[in-house]
């Protein structure tokens, strides 16, 4: 591969990653402009979609590439087993042990999928098909590989996005969340369910954390008990770079989490790609606080 080549499949590797970092980015920074604290459990709620895919997978007994009918039928049923019950877990964790436990809670998680799983990397089935598709689509011989996975990463959480961003502007729960996190105390007085507006907000929080790990799962084909913890703190830094309570900052703290860990494995050493997205949170947060798309921070009366 030449120089250009190298780059550009860099590129489309810290896309998909940013994508599924996007995706867990929002949950953190939805619930955050609701209840302005950070649930540290997500990455593992994200962890357990993969788990919890798997089991799905497994129930209806899916062990191999799925086919097209499959991929129609039982791919999309899932994708919505999944966000149900990671979407439940999240509601649990927030009624039940998100306040007395806080960050105990992501140790819980990480307990419970270790004693379901075992501390082995467990292999995840190749339910969706793998297709190089410059060279078996269009015969173009290439050094760059865009596989039918990466496909799948990108149409499935743009939808996901844009569903979301509907959800917030357009629908009266998103109008609740949106009054809630500017001042809760009026939202209350003017009617809103606040409780309730915050158990939709883990909900859908919980949703994309178990839709991101069915993606990673059908992308990487294995899961570890241990890996919610690291796509957590990135997915995190992500929100934190794009302004957290950001929902488009969360998706562009996202990509751009992405694009720099696959450059940084690729030009200088996986080693450093923590130290690296570290360093550039904290260029972004000395020079721009509040993050790239985040609003500044105004003193209530």
Known sequence: MNWWEVLVQQTI??????????????????????????????????????????????MLG?????????????????FVLTMLTTAALNVAIDRVAYRPLRRSLSFMLENVALLWKGPAPIA?????????????WFGVDSAIFVTTKDVLVIAATIPLMIALHYFVTRTRWGKAMR??????????AMGIDVERTILVTFFVGGALAGAAGLIQGMYYNIGMWWMGYQAG????????????????????????????????????????????????????LVFRPHGLLGERAVDKA
């Open 13 to 58: 590797n810290g896309l998909t990653r940013g994508a599924v970092f996007a995706l867990i980015a929002m949950g953190y920074t939805m619930v955050y402009g609701i209840i302005e604290l950070i649930n540290f459990a997500h990455g593992d709620v994200f962890m357990l979609g993969l788990f919890i895919s798997l089991f799905w997978f497994t």
């Open 62 to 78: 899916v062990t191999k590439t799925l086919s097209i009918a499959g991929l129609v039928t039982l791919l999309p049923l899932v």
């Open 124 to 136: 995840y089935p190749d339910v969706f098909p793998s297709v190089d598709i410059l060279r078996e």
């Open 179 to 188: 009054a809630t996190a500017q001042d809760r105390e009026t939202a209350q």
């Open 233 to 284: 703190l990135r997915a995190f830094t992500a929100a934190v770079l794009g302004g957290i309570g950001s929902m488009g900052g969360a998706a562009l703290g996202g990509l751009v989490i992405g694009f720099l860990s696959a450059w940084s494995d690729q030009y200088i050493s996986a080693r450093w790609t923590n130290a690296i997205v570290f360093s550039i949170l904290i260029l972004v």
